[in-house]
C-alpha cells in the first residue's frame, strides 16, 4: 500500500525583530490557513498569500520575498520568487553557504 502526502507551505525570507538582521523561515500550512490566505474570490493568488503573510508571520518585521507550494482540492499552486536571488538568500539562512 501507498501513501502520497501533499504538503503546503511558504518560504520566507525578511527582516526579523532581534537582532534586526535577515532571515528564513518555513510556514507549513493547515487547511485553516489556506482558507484564510484566499482572496475575494476564493482564488490563491500572490497578493492573497502576501496579505496572509502580512497578518501571520509574526516573526518577521518585514516580508522581503517568498515562494509558497500550496495544495488546493487536486490542483498545486506554485508562486515562485520574485526575485531570482532570493532563493539563494532562503537557502543561505536555512542552511548555512559554503563561504562558512
Known sequence: MKYLVRESYVEVIGRIWMPNTTAAYKYDLRDYDINNAR????????????????????DFQSIEDFSASIEDGEQTIDIPWRDEGSEVTYNDCMYGSEDD
Open 39 to 58: 482572496d475575494d474570490k476564493g482564488k490563491l493568488t500572490r497578493e492573497s498569500v502576501e496579505d496572509w503573510l502580512c497578518k501571520n508571520a509574526g
